[in-house]
């Protein structure tokens, strides 16, 4: 009677699911550091993605009300002057130009090929600079993408390595002395995942969009060309 009784209280106390913070507590020291490595890399991630987003979306939406009201003024200077100081690479971008023109033409206009070459550049600089600007911590992305499954895989090992050791130490193979250890060697792994996942996907993502508005900046740079090429024509 009392053996069953203790059969059963030993049943009724054996765990019904996975329990992550009791896998994480019983895990190996090494185990418990790659996996706060693992949780940490995520978290900076999710900020990085969702500092990137607004980031992004903010300057598109700056970008396109610049633009427009750009290329709808009769003067070019009092627009700038207008958005002078503020967060907008097109402003920016349009900014370098005028600067390169005034350069050219001080004190007279003696090689129009050369302050077309030489605008055309200052441009194209300044959309390299935004478009790096903007993609500067996108590499944690692709490093954590890269790396985290493999730094979840040398906790899988490492705790794996710990329940042979175990068996050797209690000289048995039950499944009940190996499948504590197997199980928080095998989470390491699920956070490595779990960290690498969002990563690679935000990376892709943003690096398209990157690549998206870098092309909407030198669209706008080649019409701005145009017109400053016009205008040195008459100059």
Request: hydrophobic share 50%; charged share 20%; proline share 3%.
């Amino acid at each position: 009677m009392n053996l069953l009784a203790a059969t059963a209280s030993g049943v009724a106390a054996a765990p019904t699911r996975l329990d992550p913070l009791e896998l994480f507590l019983d895990a190996d020291i090494v185990v418990q550091a790659v996996m706060v490595g693992l949780l940490l890399a995520s978290v900076w991630s999710w900020m990085i993605i969702i500092s990137f987003g607004l980031r992004i979306a903010g300057a598109r939406r700056r970008s396109k009300k610049f633009e427009a009201e750009f290329w709808k003024a009769d003067d070019f200077d009092s627009v700038m002057r207008g958005n002078k100081g503020k967060d907008i690479p097109s402003a920016r971008v349009a900014s370098a130009a005028m600067l390169e023109w005034k350069r050219s033409t001080k004190g007279g206009l003696k090689d129009r090929d050369g302050a077309r070459q030489r605008i055309a550049s200052a441009m194209e600089s300044q959309v390299a600079t935004e478009a790096d600007d903007l993609a500067d911590r996108l590499g944690f992305l692709a490093t954590t993408g890269s790396v985290a499954p493999f730094v979840g895989l040398f906790g899988t090992v490492w705790g794996i390595m710990n329940s042979f050791f175990q068996i050797g130490a209690q000289e048995s193979s039950s499944l009940a002395v190996v499948a504590p250890g197997i199980s928080e060697a095998l989470f390491a792994t699920a956070i490595g995942l779990f960290a690498a996942i969002p990563a690679v996907i935000a990376y892709n993502r943003f690096s398209g969009s990157v690549n998206t508005f870098e092309a909407r900046l030198q669209r706008f740079a080649d019409r701005f060309h145009a017109n400053l090429s016009r205008e040195l024509e008459r100059v």
